[in-house]
């Protein structure tokens, strides 16, 4: 909402503080201005001249020589305008001062120009004549300025020599835009926003005084209105004015609107515009000889009907669409747009003035389905007060015949079946200070009430709220209208007191911090990647048609398909980020991920998906599987599940290469995978490199993980070791021989240690040696060998049966 | 025999002196005090001593070999000081070379702006705690004052999954969901993933976080409230940080707020930063609407609170000076390795 400064004066007259005051206090006090715009930006030393001689310049032919009165002197101005004549009042910049712009019309610099004095042609020039450009304003707001010229005061203006030149422009203004909130549909206004100066600054408002004009006519012979969808329409009130004489509005009106960024057009479209702003209420002017039957009903359209608006275009409608009809069918779609068969043109003889308000819902619901957004229908769809209504058809009216526009019919059709009923709140003064945590006097707060034009009736001490504010209807709403005025700032500062409570974590989020931690101390980057991403995914991570990863929520409104569903599988992000990485040739990188995946129970959604939490690692460049797999162990040991975690060969997932992957099972429980990222997914990231990479499925490690420990005291008695060497086919996993060592190893085998693998010249064609070193101890007693050989023998007598033997 | 002693024990001193290094030390000792050395040689000549004096010369000869290894041992800690010192000259090191890394990773900033604002709330007696990132429209918008055909819930902003299922716009509904449990009193803080349909530039982004925070209790005021606030605001933008509350509006609460803080950077002068006001907007906040805390089964009557939603992103890129919302989801290693 932008407000012009001297527009809200012209209700608050005794509004004396500067722009960044008013900024300053309206913002605190509930009015958050955006920006404020000030029209005489960079306009210094500029005053009205009179010009008493022009004389032809002797060197150049474009230029004259002019002697102008600016007041106490008289200064020598050169010019190439053309339009300057004896006599004319100008804006003149004496010498230093400054300007908004060039003649041009290109961007206004930000600190304006700087005039100095100076020759042209050898002539000496103390300043400079104003073109409008040069002001900082255009043609379209002062339709009085030359298209190429200086300019001229008009006669009938009342300006002398040496006059502030910016002041009689009106250019000492500001514009000021405010953000104003859904709820105060009120402030959408000029005597809303005025209405809250007052009461901010505690100075008086004077509301236009509005008469009700018109000749001893009746509206009611002219026309007839019908409301049938009461609904939707909870007033309308209509006038008519006879006699249009179509012409400019005057200075005053214009310099409004223009200030609002509104160009002003005629005096009826600009009354039409005025009242707009200043009661927030739109209106609509029907020519009435093209209302068929002189009535109007306000009725639903059918589905399927088509209707030609103002603007030339067809539009759709149906049955949940509000229109303004006469006796034979549709003149307007009600709130949004007027139709091209009831418009006004240049002839019109006689006007119908409509003033009506709907249901906000539906105007915002339909201008959604029909795809056209007006003024009047932003204004509409935030639910307008149907009091306002009539005072501002009877505003327009009277403006009608200030302006000499046309003569107005006495009367008003008002059609209103069900007033809106006076709200009244108890006054409770002691609960509004305890939910503030203020101690407000009564009386200050009545005074605050009295400001805000909210009454009281003391006998039944209630508190009566003005039909113009919605957004007033419960005590919290109350005691925020006396927290804005005492002023948030005043309120004092202080801390919940009461029963003490314990702050924390959960125990899953204190999983997460030592995962992050580990992850971090292992050269991963803490990345974030999107929830929602590509069906084509499951494509590029070469899922089967038939894997039920692919069973995602599907997004009914996406940006696009691209982000279209919620992801099952948590890799795509990563191998997105690595990709990116790789692309910009960053060296060595390792990325880790905490984020959900989305996976649901039925589809379509009837109840929500388990959203399930994931640790995604991804890596490349100095890097392999092992590394990686470490990675994960220190991670399982610090959670305390060294010794329950599975790592097992597994050819299963098809994004990951098929000889390097295993599935990870935290005691005993499915909890994720790790491997080499599979070379075709590599090449549909466009990786050429080898990557790894491990999910893991949060909840499950944190429903098994523990942060109990206990001292298990420090070995006494010495170890025993035995290095084994041992050879077998390639495909014998390792895993297995250590899970022998360790069952028929018993209490007494402290650790096992890989140390070598080996495949080459020094073994047969299709074998490997694999050399572990096996620590033997007892907490209580030094081992004797004998013992130590015998278990030993034990352990390969087992291996033996899986085909692997000692090496030779 | 007197004389003897004192020859032997001069000749071995002058040894001892001139011996150049630790063989040649050995070499000495052998010499003089080893089985055939001098000075055992000299005692095997004992027997041509008189009895009387025996002891006294035994005791001469104990004098002299003590004095020799004494001057022995003390040649001995001159030589090895003097190997080890040439020793140490040859180990210089340029010691302005680069460290040898183990290369750790970083936290992304989000991560850590939220580790940073969690610790001050954890202390000030605040549970953390989550909510579904899927939710259902009774909770995300009805149950917070936002009825049916409310713009706030029109389709530009909010990503359907079904009539009534939804991605959360923002965490608030974990205050309807923490409210329903009915234990009092409550006092947390909801960190979380909220999405809006938002083109990504780099002011936007249809995924980003928010931080909840709800406190109900008997006697809950607009100033706790604010006492609350300026002291997270203090603790996570530095002790000299102004807050400012301006009235503000949303569905949920009433009083509502939107509060800004002095301009870390320039310490509400005026700069870049903060657009030359001196102040930065930063969350919004008010008091827990009657309604809303009636819906959730709160008697109003009895209890009141307050609630506020900070913007996570908003925080960070201004902590970090961060100008293009889309890094933090590029995860670019140059980018991330900066925190």
């Not at chain 1, 915002?364 to 007006?374: P, Q």
């Amino acid at each position: 909402m932008n407000t012009p400064i001297s527009w809200i004066k012209a209700y608050v007259p005794d509004l004396d503080c500067t722009v960044q005051e008013y900024v300053d206090k309206m913002t605190l006090s509930g009015s958050h201005v955006e920006n404020a715009v000030y029209l005489d930006k960079n306009l210094e030393k500029i005053v009205v001249g009179r010009i008493e001689k022009i004389e032809k310049h002797p060197d150049a032919d474009k230029l004259v020589i002019c002697q102008v009165n600016v007041g106490d002197e008289e200064v020598q101005i050169v010019t190439g305008a053309s339009n300057v004549f004896k006599g004319a009042m100008v804006p003149v910049v004496l010498d230093g001062g400054r300007v908004a712009g060039g003649h041009d019309g290109s961007p206004n610099p930000e600190n304006g120009i700087k005039i100095k004095k100076g020759k042209l042609r050898g002539v000496p020039s103390y300043g400079m004549m104003c073109s409008i450009e040069e002001l900082g304003s255009t043609r379209d707001m002062y339709p009085e300025a030359p298209e190429d010229g200086i300019y001229i005061f008009d006669e009938s203006k009342d300006v002398k020599p040496g006059d502030d030149a910016v002041a009689a422009l009106g250019l000492r203004d500001a514009v000021v835009e405010f953000e104003i909130t859904s709820n105060r549909v009120d402030c959408f206004s000029m005597i809303g926003m005025a209405r809250e100066a007052a009461a901010t600054f505690e100075k008086p408002f004077y509301a236009p005084e509005v008469k009700e004009v018109g000749n001893n006519e009746k509206a009611e012979d002219y026309i007839s209105v019908e409301v049938e969808a009461t609904d939707l329409c909870p007033r309308y009130t209509a006038r008519i004015v006879k006699n249009i004489k179509l012409a400019p509005s005057p200075e005053w009106m214009q310099r409004r609107l223009a200030a609002m960024g509104i160009r002003p057009i005629n005096n009826i479209v600009d009354i039409t515009n005025y009242v707009m702003e200043e009661y927030g209420q739109p209106m609509h002017a029907y020519d009435l000889n093209k209302i068929r039957g002189h009535k109007i009903v306000v009725k639903r359209a059918n589905d399927g009907d088509v209707y030609t608006t103002l603007d030339g275009q067809e539009r759709k409608l149906d049955k949940d669409v509000l229109m303004i009809n006469d006796a034979e069918g549709p003149v307007g779609i009600a709130g949004i747009m007027g139709g091209e068969n009831s418009m006004v043109t240049d002839d019109i003889q006689t006007m119908l003035f409509e003033a009506a308000t709907f249901d906000g819902t539906n105007i915002r619901l339909s201008s959604k389905r029909i795809g056209l957004r007006t003024d009047a229908s932003g204004k509409f769809e935030k639910g307008l007060d149907p009091e306002n209504a009539l005072e501002a058809i009877n505003r327009a009216c009277q403006l009608v015949e200030e302006l000499g526009a046309g003569e107005v019919v006495g009367g008003v059709v008002d059609v209103y079946p069900n007033p809106v009923e006076d709200v009244k709140i108890p006054f409770e003064p002691a609960k509004y200070n305890k939910l503030l945590g203020t101690n407000v006097s009564e009386e200050k707060m009545m005074e605050y009430f009295d400001r805000l034009e909210i009454g009281y009736d003391k006998e039944t001490n209630m508190l009566l709220i003005p039909s113009f504010r919605q957004d007033l209807r419960c005590s919290a709403d109350i005691a925020e209208e006396v927290a804005r005025f005492f002023g948030y700032d005043n309120i004092p500062t202080t801390l919940p007191h009461g029963e003490a409570t314990a702050g924390k974590k959960s125990f899953a989020a204190r999983v997460e911090d030592v995962v992050m931690n580990i992850a971090e101390q292992n050269g991963f980057c803490g990345g974030m990647c999107y929830s929602f991403e590509s069906p084509k995914v499951f494509d590029k991570l070469l899922l089967a048609d038939n894997d039920p990863l692919r069973q995602a929520i599907v997004i009914a409104n996406p940006l696009g398909e691209d982000y279209s569903i919620m992801r099952t599988i948590e890799l795509n992000g990563i191998l997105t980020s690595l990709a990116g990485n790789y692309n910009h040739r960053n060296k060595n990188v390792r990325l880790y991920e905490i984020g959900n995946v989305y996976l649901p129970k039925a589809l379509p959604l009837t109840e929500l998906p388990d959203e399930r939490k994931r640790l995604t690692l991804g890596m490349y460049g100095e890097c392999d599987f092992f590394m990686l797999k470490g990675v994960l162990e220190e991670m399982f040991l610090k959670l305390g599940l060294d010794g329950k975690v599975d790592f097992e060969p597994s050819q299963e997932k098809p994004f990951l290469h098929p000889g390097r992957q295993a599935l990870i099972y935290v005691g005993g429980a499915y909890a994720g995978f790790i491997g080499q990222v599979h070379p075709e997914v590599c090449e549909n990231y466009d990786m050429k490199c080898e990557a790894y990479v491990a999910g893991i499925d949060l909840p499950t490690v944190t429903e098994k993980a523990t942060f109990d420990r206990r001292y298990e005291g420090v070995a006494k008695y010495p170890a025993v070791n035995r290095d084994l060497s041992l050879v077998m086919k390639k495909d014998v996993f390792v895993g297995s021989l250590e899970k022998v060592m360790k069952e028929k190893g018993g209490k007494l085998l402290e650790s096992i240690q890989l140390f070598d693998v080996y495949e080459g010249s020094q073994i047969e064609e299709g074998y490997k040696s694999v050399a572990f070193s096996l620590v033997f101890r007892s907490p209580e007693r030094s081992l004797e060998a004998a013992e130590i050989n015998k278990i030993v023998d034990k352990i390969l007598k087992e291996l033996e049966k899986m085909g692997v033997e000692l090496r030779a | 025999m007197k004389e003897k002693i004192e020859q032997i024990r001069q000749q071995a001193l002058a040894a001892i002196e001139d011996a150049a290094g630790i063989d040649k030390l050995n070499d000495v000792k052998v010499a003089f005090l080893g089985k055939k050395g001098q000075l055992s040689s000299l005692l095997k000549g004992m027997k041509d001593v008189a009895p009387e004096d025996r002891p006294k010369v035994g005791q001469m000869v104990n004098e002299a070999r003590a004095g020799i290894e004494a001057k022995m041992e003390e040649k001995r800690t001159a030589i090895q000081k003097k190997l080890r010192e040439e020793k140490m000259k040859k180990e210089v090191i340029d010691v302005t070379l680069p460290g040898k890394k183990v290369a750790v990773g970083h936290r992304h900033p989000n991560q850590i702006a939220l580790d940073d604002l969690e610790r001050v709330f954890i202390g000030m007696g605040y549970e953390v705690v989550e909510g579904p990132e899927v939710e259902y429209d009774h909770y995300n918008f009805e149950l917070l004052n936002i009825p049916a055909n409310h713009p706030a819930k029109d389709e530009q902003d909010t990503f359907y999954i079904t009539k009534d299922i939804l991605l959360r716009t923002q965490t608030s509904p974990v205050q309807a969901r923490i409210m329903e449990t009915g234990r009092m009193p409550i006092r947390v803080i909801a960190p979380g993933r909220v999405f809006r349909s938002d083109e990504v530039d780099a002011t936007h982004s249809p995924s980003f976080h928010q931080v909840e925070g709800l406190v109900v209790d008997k006697g809950i005021t607009f100033a706790d409230l604010k006492g609350t606030l300026q002291q997270w605001a203090e603790e996570f933008f530095g002790p000299d940080t102004k807050v400012k509350f301006r009235p503000h509006h949303f569905p949920f609460t009433e009083p509502s707020a939107e509060v800004d803080v002095s301009c870390f950077k320039c310490g509400g002068k005026g700069c870049r930063m903060c657009k030359g006001s001196g102040w930065i907007e930063i969350l919004g906040c008010g008091m827990v609407h009657p309604k809303v805390l009636s819906d959730c089964g709160i008697d109003p009557e009895v209890y009141s609170g307050f609630a506020f939603g900070i913007g996570l992103e908003r925080v960070t890129l201004l902590k970090y000076e961060i100008d293009d919302m889309r890094l933090l989801y590029e995860n670019d290693a140059r980018f991330l390795k900066q925190f």
